[in-house]
């Protein structure tokens, strides 16, 4: 019988791996980002593109136009979609997703934001430039407190315009030089259905997009309670789902600042 390869060598501590989720989990603390398959069908893509496409229309037209959003960098933005209609609760309730969040983050995370991004053929994109989801900090933590999962509703790849990571950046408090961040940078490739789940500090961008079609993703982002929410969904949402424990906590309604002492204490009897 053949010897089996040795794959390893003076290693006397080893994480193990409880199941396929932990990859994953592994993955997002080592390099930042991993990609994982949604379940969701070809069908429910489709029907999610026509309604970001739909929306992404109505928004633009309530924004002033396309130039005027493009002034604001919000142009080929949807704000907060779940809000406009509620197919996209799916996206954010993502089971495998969920379960990376409570792994990472730990059971109480909030939806800080959800939000569809359309990457168009042969334009320009402000999301172009590389950012963190948490914008303007330089500061890392020992655990993440923020994690994005980006659901992918076209093909991700160099010619769609796919997102473009720095691995392991989430780990620094500084962006690296120029250079080093073109030497490092890599375009995820993922198939239409994946989510692409990466730590909210990694640093990332749009790829061009040199396909005759626009690239559309979902993108989702979820934190520590501490974190406010871009939008107030409690508000957006005008206290639907509010009465579903579940969704209540991860849509902030558990979270919300109270206006009151009076309200504070309240809450805190309604959870004895």
Excluded at 34 to 59: I, K, N, P, Y
Excluded at 138 to 150: E, F, G, I, K, M
Excluded at 167 to 196: M, N
């Amino acid at each position: 019988m053949a010897k089996q390869a040795q794959t390893q060598y003076g290693i006397s501590e080893q994480r193990s791996a409880v199941d396929r989720i932990d990859v994953h989990v592994q993955e997002i603390q080592i390099a930042g980002f991993t990609v994982v398959e949604s379940g969701f069908t070809r069908m429910q893509l489709s029907d999610w593109r026509d309604r970001v496409d739909s929306l992404l229309e109505r928004q633009t037209a309530e924004g002033g136009g396309r130039s005027e959003l493009a002034q604001i960098q919000e142009a080929d933005v949807v704000r907060c979609p779940l809000a406009y209609d509620e197919s996209f609760l799916a996206v954010a309730t993502n089971e495998v997703v969920i379960e990376i969040c409570r792994r990472l983050v730990g059971d109480y995370h909030v939806l800080m934001q959800q939000n569809a991004v359309v990457n168009p053929a042969n334009q320009g994109h402000h999301q172009r430039a590389y950012h963190r989801d948490l914008p303007y900090q330089h500061w890392v933590s020992s655990r993440p407190l923020s994690v994005s999962a980006l659901l992918c509703l076209d093909a991700f790849s160099r010619e769609t315009g796919g997102t473009c990571v720095v691995p392991g950046t989430h780990k620094i408090e500084y962006f690296p030089s120029d250079e080093c961040a073109q030497r490092l940078e890599r375009t995820v490739e993922a198939d239409a259905g994946c989510f692409l789940v990466f730590d909210s500090m990694l640093y990332h961008r749009a790829g061009s997009n040199s396909s005759p079609h626009p690239r559309r993703a979902i993108n989702n982002v979820y934190t520590i309670p501490l974190i406010k929410q871009q939008i107030s969904l409690p508000a957006a949402l005008n206290g639907k789902w509010s009465d579903d424990p579940k969704l209540s906590r991860l849509l902030g309604y558990e979270s919300e600042p109270a206006r009151s002492v009076e309200e504070f204490r309240s809450r805190r009897r309604s959870r004895r």
